[in-house]
């Protein structure tokens, strides 16, 4: 007993105060795409360069030169290609983690102007919730969904129950049945062998109900956007109405999201709106 409580004090406690405190990232972390409005010219690099087509044509100049294009989020697998194809440097990537939206057409990025030297980063703001959620905010049961996923997403998620993150601290769990549970939480990229389980999943879990979409995959299919088995995850999913995808009430970009981007997201849905 007395070797426990010795290694439990040396362990210290590990679960990070979030949100009041910041999650240490690594240097190399890619989150948040900060876009810089440049002339662009004839230049097409980026869009070659990007694998998942994540990049929309901008605004072009009045001289109808292209200009900086559009970064879809919801696309993108946080590569850096466009960054490093560019040759006036107008993609970065910030150290913001949270990116978390309630809208498909939130996960656009446009350009801004050219950032004056040494002025600071703009403030984030979390987007507003689009509908009450306030029945979940103490407690929230999800059914995680992997629909044809490759296992990153899955693992990301899986990991918030271990003691760093500690998501039952928040009143936020994983069931193992839909029909004990508050929503969805949905990842890969809808292949057509899952598109009917998911369906079923959806329809067993008691109104009212929630979905979270995580991942590029769920979003859009990412990598496997397109695909000849793919549905291009919500993007492209039919419901047994014949409407076009389902009700999601949360997207988390990311290939894949990283952990506290998912918690983030979680989280978001406590916010008043």
């Keep these: 007993m007395l070797r426990i409580i010795k290694e439990r004090l040396h362990q210290k406690y590990r679960t990070l105060d979030y949100p009041r405190q910041k999650p240490a990232l690594s240097p190399r972390y890619q989150g948040r795409p900060a876009l810089t409005d ?36 919801g696309r993108c697998i946080f590569c850096g290609a466009c960054r490093a194809a560019c040759p006036k440097g107008a993609f970065s990537f910030s150290g913001e983690h949270r990116m978390a939206v309630f809208r498909r057409e939130d996960l656009l990025v446009t350009p ?119 549905r291009n995850g919500m993007d492209g999913l039919n419901g047994t109405d014949g409407t076009e995808g389902l009700p999601v009430d949360v997207f988390v970009p990311g290939c894949p999201p990283n952990p506290w981007s998912i918690l983030d997201g979680l989280l978001s849905l406590r916010r008043k709106s």
């Design 112 to 230: 801004g102007p050219v950032p004056q030297c040494g002025a600071p980063a703009p403030a984030y703001e979390p987007p507003r919730p689009l509908r009450d959620y306030s029945l979940f905010r103490r407690s929230l049961k999800l059914r995680q969904v992997s629909a044809g996923g490759c296992g990153a997403c899955e693992a990301d998620c899986n990991v918030l129950g271990t003691l760093a993150y500690d998501l039952g601290r928040f009143g936020i769990e994983f069931a193992a049945s839909p029909r004990h549970a508050d929503g969805l939480l949905v990842t890969g990229p809808i292949t057509e062998n899952m598109r009917r389980a998911l369906l079923d999943t959806w329809a067993a879990t008691p109104e009212p109900r929630l979905l979270v979409a995580v991942g590029a995959c769920a979003i859009s299919g990412g990598l496997f956007r397109d695909g000849p088995q793919c």
């Design 38 to 73: 440049v002339d662009c010219g004839d230049c097409r690099a980026c869009f070659e360069a990007c694998p998942t087509g994540a990049l929309l044509p901008g605004p072009a100049c009045p001289d109808g030169r292209a200009r900086t294009p559009v970064l879809d989020m």
